[in-house]
């Protein structure tokens, strides 16, 4: 007891501006509204719970004895760190382990040999968060500023003309809308002959292939991961 007093004194666990909070010990973390009015009612939700069993199953019996009962999913502090996924559609919690370091400091004051620098290396969640996002999906990438990057050592503002034999590559999305509302065009045909002649203009006698790529969503993409977000 003597040990734990210490150890509650020596992170100040008990020196909150706010007694009335509900904090865990374990990694400071502050209880929601939510998680606080379920920790301190638990007791009182069971006995609702069990009035209601008793009413409906042996006074009144209106449900079958053997019925099976609803679990009740109070939030605990758990549930701070969880986000949940759908895989294959299953709805399945993800959390990251905020509670490594505490893990960590412990083992090393006992005295066991820790390779900090080696256990840093790894990620504390079960995908890598700099690449992926909670729910599985690749994160956004800001393709404004790799173009800033790939256009800042540019010293002219179009292509020069190459003596050896290339091709072309053409954003078709980006070329819809430079071209916009061709002068003359009434209709989605006077559009889609505009974008040709568009295309075809970059042929020469050194640039024999055009590629037009129009976007695409693939299952394993970021485009793919942005639609499926939004749906």
């Given at each position: ?174 070329l819809v809308r430079a071209i916009g ?51």
């Amino acid at each position: 007891m003597t040990m734990m007093v210490e150890q509650f004194q020596r992170f100040h666990a008990f020196q909150q501006v706010n007694p009335n909070n509900l904090i865990t010990l374990t990694t400071g973390d502050l209880a929601t509204d939510e998680i606080a009015n379920d920790l301190k009612n638990a007791q009182d939700n069971g006995q609702v719970k069990l009035n209601t069993f008793v009413t409906e199953r042996l006074a009144t019996q209106n449900k079958p004895f053997h019925d099976s009962l609803k679990k009740s999913k109070s939030k605990t502090f758990s549930t701070l760190y969880k986000g949940d996924v759908v895989a294959k559609k299953k709805t399945q919690p993800v959390k990251p382990d905020r509670d490594i370091f505490r893990k960590i400091i412990v083992s090393m004051e006992s005295g066991r040999p820790i390779n900090i620098e080696e256990i840093l290396q790894h990620e504390l969640c079960s995908v890598p968060l700099s690449l992926v996002t909670m729910s599985y999906s690749l994160r956004l990438t800001n393709k404004a500023e790799l173009a800033k990057i790939l256009e800042g050592g540019a010293k002219a503002n179009t292509l020069m003309q190459s003596d050896l034999t290339t091709c072309t590559i053409i954003d078709a999305m980006a070329l819809v809308r430079a071209i916009g509302k061709p002068h003359g065009s009434h209709t989605f045909g006077n559009l889609a002959d505009a974008f040709i002649q568009s295309v075809k203009c970059h042929l020469s006698e050194t640039c024999t292939r055009v590629d037009v790529v129009f976007d695409q969503y693939k299952q394993h993409s970021i485009k793919c991961g942005t639609r499926m977000d939004f749906a």
